[in-house]
């Protein structure tokens, strides 16, 4: 197995990670702080985070298609993560926009690592010959 392929399995496994890491970290003066991740968006019917469909499905794409070892599917769903991430990021930047709340104190480690791995994805998701 190649150091390329090595890395593209930690990649896919960090990206399985962060669907249980905490995606948001809600801290509400008088209720107390509620971080859900991309897994409780799709368990808890309560929760409208309904872009986790969207997320389990690329990151679900990855994996499988780095196993089954079709490159330029796995870059594709990567790239798909990233602009995912960075639209949910510019959103909740827009609504957050005119209040002291920063968008890094929004935002948990599951959505750091998903963003992350994502362009590991990208960059060491490359057939070699």
């Not at 990206?15 to 968006?41: A, E, H, N, R, V």
């Not at 079709?70 to 790239?79: D, H, V, Y």
């Not at 991430?85 to 929004?106: A, H, K, M, P, Q």
């Amino acid at each position: 197995m190649t150091q390329n392929k090595k890395i593209q399995y930690g990649v896919a496994a960090a990206m399985l990670l962060s669907m249980f890491l905490p995606f948001f970290d809600l801290t509400i003066p008088l209720l107390g702080s509620y971080s859900p991740s991309i897994f409780d968006g799709l368990t808890d019917s309560t929760l409208s985070f309904s872009d986790s469909y969207i997320y389990t499905l690329l990151i679900a794409g990855f994996a499988i298609s780095t196993y089954l070892e079709k490159s330029i599917i796995a870059r594709i769903c990567s790239g798909l993560l990233l602009l995912c991430c960075l639209y949910t990021f510019y959103n909740v930047g827009e609504t957050f926009s005119g209040t002291e709340i920063g968008i890094t104190d929004f935002f948990g480690i599951g959505a750091y690592l998903l963003m992350a791995s994502s362009v590991a994805g990208i960059i060491y998701s490359k057939k070699m010959e």
